[in-house]
DNA sequence: GTAAAAGTTCAAGTGAGCTTGAAGTAAAGG
DNA sequence: CCTTTACTTCAAGCTCACTTGAACTTTTAC
C-alpha cells in the first residue's frame, strides 16, 4: 500500500527494465540514443516516469516492424512534448508504419512468389528477374549483399 | 563467338559479381563460409560453376527473408551433391521457408494489430500484453531488445 | 613488351545494437 | 552499522555480414 522509494509514480531503471523486459544496459542506451528520457534523484540514479513504459514498447515493437533506431528516433520526435503522449497520438504516430508493415509483407509475398518460380527456374541470372528489386529501398532487414537487392538495381 | 578464356562455362569472380549483383568481397566470404565453392585455375584464380549463379541468387533472397547465413547454409546442405541441382531440388528446398515467410507475415499482421490497439491502449506495461512474443523465437531480424520480443517471454 | 586490370591472401575496420567489466557511489534490509 | 543489492560512468568487447587496404601475382589489352 505504501509509495516506492522513488518520488511517487516515478520508476527505477529495473524496475523499468523487469515491466518491458528490455535489460537496463539497453535502456541506458536508448537513453544516450535520446530515445527515453529520465530525471535524476540527487544521487544521480535515473528516474523514469510512467510514460517510459510506452515508448520502450513503441520501441521494441518497431524493431521488430524493422526500423532502425534512427528511424525510431524520428518517429518519436514527433509525439507533442506539451503533455504526456495518450492513446490519440500514439495511434496517430503509428498509422506511419502500418505502410510499412504492408510494403514490408508485400515483399515477403513477392518473395514467396518468386522463390519457387523464379530460382527454381533458374532465371535468377539476373537482370532478367524483377525479383531483384523493384525498388522498395525503404525497407531494410540487416545487411546483406548491398545492390541486388537493396539499391543498384535502381541504377 | 569464341568461348571467354575460363575452360568453357566457368565463371571468374567478377563475372559471378557482375551476374549476381554480389560484390566479390562477399562472394569470397560466402566461400570462406562454405555457402559456394570454387575450382581454382593454375593460377590460384577462383572459377566458379554456372550454378553458383542460383546458389548465390538463392542466398541473397533467403537473406531478405531473414535468415541468417548460418541457416542458409544449414539449407543449401540439404541440396544433392551428386549432381547439379535443378529446378525440382530447388522447389523442394524453398518449400520449407515458404513456413518461414507465412510465419514473419502473421507477425507482422500481430504487429500491426497490437500497434494500435495494444500501444495505444497502454496495456504494454508487459507481462499481460500477448504481443510480446507468442514464441516465435525462430524469425530474427537483427539485433533488438533479447527478452521482450525475443525469448524470456517464455520464462 | 609493358602497363593496366583483375585476381590472390590476410588482417583490420565498419555499423548497428547492445553487453560486459571495472571501479566506484547509493540505497535497502537486517 | 554493516552487508548486500542497486545504481553510476566509461571504455572496451561482441555478433553479423561484409568492406577496405596492403602487398603481391596473373592475365589481358595495346
New binding site residues.
Partial sequence: MQAL??PAAML????V?RRSGV????L???EERKLIV?E???????RFHRSVLRRVAF?VFA?RVG????EIGEELAKLPTDHVPGGADWSRLSESWQRRIDARIAELERLKQGLSSCISCGCLSLESCRMTNPADRASRL?????YWVGQAGGR
Fill in positions: 522509494r522513488p527505477t531503471i529495473n524496475q527494465s535489460a537496463s544496459s539497453a541506458r542506451y536508448y529520465s535524476r534523484a540527487g544521487s544521480g540514479h535515473r520501441i524493431q526500423l532502425s533506431l534512427d540487416g545487411p546483406g549483399p548491398r
